[in-house]
């Protein structure tokens, strides 16, 4: 079974910085894309980065080049550096990630995996 534990969350005053980590644990092959995700109360979940095996990055509109995602292959690890935070980017933060759990000549299994949730507060 594999599972996702985040870490990193917590209280932060404005302009401040944090890191999200996020690994993953189980019977699996390989770990395709990866991302983190928000949702704070009342709004939906909206992405907020993403990266692809290969290291590409796609953020959304309103990281405005302040945060950075990366990924440990070796380590089936995500990261999420959140700097220069504002009071509207408190929410929770769940990571994602699309799990390789078996592969065949003929046959590919994946499957999308979510993190527990790790809270965000940004307030002076």
């Known amino acids: 079974q594999v599972q996702l534990v985040e870490s990193g969350g917590g209280l932060v005053q404005p302009g401040g910085s944090l890191r999200l980590s996020c690994a993953a644990s189980?019977?699996?092959?390989?770990?395709?894309?990866m991302g983190w995700y928000r949702q704070a109360p009342g709004k939906e979940r909206e992405l907020v980065a993403h990266?692809?095996?290969?290291?590409?990055?796609n953020y959304g509109d309103f990281v405005k080049g302040r945060f950075t995602i990366s990924r440990d292959n070796a380590k089936k690890a995500v990261y999420l550096q959140m700097n220069s935070l504002k009071p509207e980017d408190t929410a929770v933060y769940y990571c994602?990630?699309?799990?390789?759990?078996?592969?065949?000549?003929?046959?590919?299994?994946?499957?999308?995996?979510w993190g527990q949730g790790t809270q965000v507060t940004v307030s002076s």
């Open positions: 994602h990630m699309t799990v390789v759990l078996t592969v065949t000549r003929n046959y590919r299994d994946e499957r999308d995996y």
């Open positions: 189980g019977n699996m092959v390989d770990v395709d894309a």
């Open positions: 990266i692809t095996t290969g290291g590409i990055t």
